[in-house]
């Protein structure tokens, strides 16, 4: 009754084929978006940045403890990437890095 109201009807005659035939596209309009609706929500519920909001709520540590924890993930690759770099210079024999400065900060 509240979509009804809403479109601006003062009501709607379920009388006849013609009443029925008005009524179908709103119909679909609600049903497509109400399914869409589930749709994001149980994409939301399955995402990691809802448990991470969530925990959050409950204790503001939790995002400086994930930022922590990130940042050691970080360094921890960017020295991979750094003894990589240095294995290849030496396979190399120096040349191809010897004048390239690698700079990374986080």
Do not use: C
């Not at 994409?43 to 409950?58: C, D, G, K």
Request: proline fraction near 3%; hydrophobic fraction near 45%; charged fraction near 30%.
């Amino acid at each position: 009754m509240t979509f009804i109201l809403k479109q601006g009807w003062a009501g709607v005659s379920l009388n006849g084929a013609q009443g029925l035939k008005e009524l179908r596209s709103p119909y679909e309009h609600l049903r497509a978006g109400i399914l869409e609706m589930i749709e994001i929500l149980d994409e939301l519920r399955a995402s990691p940045e809802l448990e991470i909001f969530q925990f959050s709520e409950e204790d503001k540590s939790v995002i400086a403890e994930i930022v922590a924890a990130q940042r050691k993930e970080l360094e921890e690759e960017i020295a991979g990437w750094r003894d990589e770099a240095e294995e290849a210079r030496e396979l190399a024999g120096g040349v191809p890095f010897s004048n390239t400065i690698i700079t990374i900060s986080i």
